[in-house]
């Protein structure tokens, strides 16, 4: 049994990367289950009062950008009376073509400002390095910059700092979904060990678990790059050029207070 942590009202906002898409799971509100669910279960176990009290809302929107993330879910948050909030945002607006990271990071910030203000204990999120990645890789440089103005924020406002950057494991091809542009149910597992760390949680989740993927061969990965570019790299252009999101019509799978599980 690990040792009880001061939290007991949990909200997590943000876009896909929170919502928990590329970690199906039926069982769970939005079938998706993610990297926030899994910080949670622990929270919810290893809480000062046991399970029955502690609390969990998930607010987060696939394909969110940032001001709709501000606009939408920084108050709803506060509303929630949470005394933990993790916050990742922006990473959707990066990866844009000709925005600006300096600019993000200006209207980030007042989101962040607005959520430390209400004493909670604020985490937030670097992104991973894209070096590696299809398509994502095109913006690494952005990413690294808008990834140090996280940084001074966080320093700036005592918000402590996931940092998916140097979590060197997500160079693993196997962390990844089969689109390529959100974490598997081993990146998302992996995710939130390093979550759990930075809330100096003790846990009991170990690496890799659930097990990784096995190796593919050349042919296939071959066979998968061409299936992958018809099936998620074609309409994820097509909804770039449009203004479309994937998270049109989609609702926050857990809106406010509940159970873990």
Do not use: C
């Not at 993000?104 to 604020?122: K, N």
């Not at 700036?156 to 542009?181: F, H, I, N």
Request: zero cysteines.
């Amino acid at each position: 049994m690990t040792s009880a942590h001061p939290w007991t009202r949990y909200v997590a906002i943000g876009d896909s990367f929170t919502e928990g898409i590329g970690d199906p799971e039926p069982a769970v509100p939005g079938g998706s289950r993610g990297w926030a669910d899994r910080v949670a279960e622990v929270l919810s176990e290893t809480a000062e009062g046991g399970s029955q009290g502690f609390a969990y809302a998930n607010l987060a929107i696939r394909g969110r950008l940032l001001d709709r993330i501000l606009a939408e879910q920084v108050e709803a948050a506060i509303e929630l009376k949470p005394d933990l909030i993790t916050i990742s945002a922006g990473g959707n607006d990066v990866i844009r073509p000709g925005s600006d990271p300096d600019d993000i990071t200006q209207r980030y910030e007042a989101g962040l400002r607005r959520l430390v203000s209400e004493g909670a204990t604020v985490v937030v999120f670097t992104g991973p390095d894209p070096g590696r990645t299809a398509v994502l890789g095109l913006v690494r440089g952005k990413a690294a910059i808008y990834n140090e103005n996280v940084r001074a924020l966080a320093s700036r406002y005592g918000a402590r700092v996931a940092d998916l950057w140097k979590l060197t494991e997500l160079r693993d091809p196997r962390m990844w979904a089969p689109d390529r542009l959100h974490f598997s149910p081993v990146g998302h597992h992996t995710i939130a060990r390093m979550v759990l760390d930075t809330l100096e949680v003790p846990n009991e989740l170990e690496p890799y678990k659930p097990e990784p993927l096995p190796a593919v061969t050349w042919r296939r990965a071959t066979r998968g790059n061409i299936d992958w570019a018809r099936e998620y790299f074609v309409p994820w252009i097509g909804r770039r050029l449009t203004g479309r999101s994937s998270g049109d019509g989609v609702e926050p799978k857990r809106p406010g207070w509940g159970a873990v599980r």
